[in-house]
């Protein structure tokens, strides 16, 4: 990219006068002129001022500085980025869908109402519930709403003692934030060495003040948690319920039903397991289904279908209230719908394997030079603890960086917590063996290069646009306006 549009803002493009456009004069009186002076604004606004072919090389050039799935392989552990098909694209761009204006009557988005109930009624059947609400707009804003859910399950019993939830030390950080966000208090639970919850540490917490036990299964080590009936039985013995994090639903698609084994509430990451686009805070979805005799405190509106076969938007008062706009991200769940239709029972059910194929090929060819602290067969994803030769002082973060010299989106890392050097690796059941082959052959490449030649891997990104940023700093004293307003 050349300097003149490297790196700039749209704003630093911007001469006095220069226009992208020219309108013929419309003809219509001056309106603006006669609005009272209460209405009318003290400056201009500040607007960028360019001309077309500045707007478009400034736009084109950003885009190519994106890193998506659609540019290369983007192993980001518990994200789930898999390939996004572009029939997903044009269906949820349907004019007949994207021109629908949420306060329509019902009986003229009769085509949309049905989308969503078809999709309540597919993701139901494959989460083994009774019904979901498609309204939270992501992953942890399904984790608030499903906890919200169990608040008032057992307010609407009497049962005001229970303020508390219990997480394991693996969780997602979401986990006990959503806790939190509903007003109940986390108590952690640990995990054993090989990453599942210890059983006989949650027994002795379970009492008549814990509303619920949130878990993640396979847990966020990619590991499958096997034990999870057993522990559904003592959580429903002690009167609590059971969340399930449906994050990494992926590898179980079709094989395996959170509510056959337990579980009473749960949320799905359309944007994860459903393959809609996601990235860099959005767009998401995440639906929430509930067992049978939950169903009533499920936010407003629902979709329920009419004995004579229309759909209608209902609203209750036993409902926990509402969680978003209307319906939630309808495009979103559009491309989610479209999706299962197209792949079907059967292809649906080819995702996991594929995806638990996948992780345990790139986790088998690389074990011998990253160090592998959980070594089982693993679903999804899995972890690595850095580089096996931690010698030469070459970190996890100096991996991840030095994967971007070579055209890799990083994995996740340092999360989970439960080691100091996580690498968490997951790359999808849409990834080619030749695709995973050459990132094998890259990360091995960086672990030798590791001990051979330290100081480039603990100095790169070398060709990247930007190098290292200074994380701690852009969290502590963020800019996010480029004028100071003050002034
Ligand atoms: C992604 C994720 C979440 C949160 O989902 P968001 O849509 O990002 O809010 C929760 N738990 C796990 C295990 C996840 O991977």
Partial sequence: MNREYYGKLIFELSRPGRRAYSLPDNGCPDVVSQLPDVLMRDAAPVLPEVDEPAIVRH??????????????????????????????EEMAALPSMAALHPFQPDST??????????LQQALSEIGGMSEFTLNPFAGAHGELTGLMVIRAYHRSRGDEKRTKVIVPDSAHGTNPASAAVAGLKVVEVKSLPDGTVDVDALRPLLDDTVAAVMMTNPNTVGIFEHRIPEIAAMVHEAGALMYYDGANLNP????????????????????????????GGGPGSGPVGVREGL????????????????FSLTHTDTALGS????LGNFAVQLRALSYILSLGSEGLMEAGPLATLN???????????????????????????????????????????????????????????LFHESLMIEPTETESRDTLDEFIAVMRDIAREASEN????????????????????????PVVTYFDLEK
Avoid: W
């Fill in 59 to 88: 736009y084109n050039n950003m885009s190519t500085n994106n890193f998506g799935v659609d540019t290369g392989f983007y192993p980001l552990g518990s994200c789930t980025m898999k390939y996004n098909p572009k029939i997903n």
């Fill in 109 to 118: 988005v009769q085509g949309a109402l049905e989308a969503y109930y078809n």
């Fill in 252 to 279: 179980m698609l079709g094989v395996a039903r959170p509510g056959d084994m337990g579980f009473d509430v749960m949320h799905i990451n359309l944007h994860k397991t459903f393959s809609t686009p996601h990235g």
């Fill in 295 to 310: 169903e009533q405190f499920l936010p407003n509106p629902r979709v329920t279908r009419n004995p004579d076969g229309t």
């Fill in 323 to 326: 969680v978003s706009a209307t």
């Fill in 359 to 417: 992780a345990n090929y790139v986790k088998e060819s690389l074990r011998d030079v990253y160090a592998l602290p959980v070594d089982r067969v693993c679903k999804h994803e899995f972890v690595f603890d850095g580089l096996a030769d931690k010698s030469h002082g070459v970190t996890t973060l100096n991996v991840a960086k030095r994967l971007l010299d070579h055209g890799y989106h990083a994995p996740t890392i340092y999360f989970p917590l």
């Fill in 454 to 477: 330290p100081e480039v891997v603990k100095t790169a990104p070398h060709n990247t646009p930007v190098r290292r940023p200074d994380d701690t700093n852009a969290a502590l004293n």
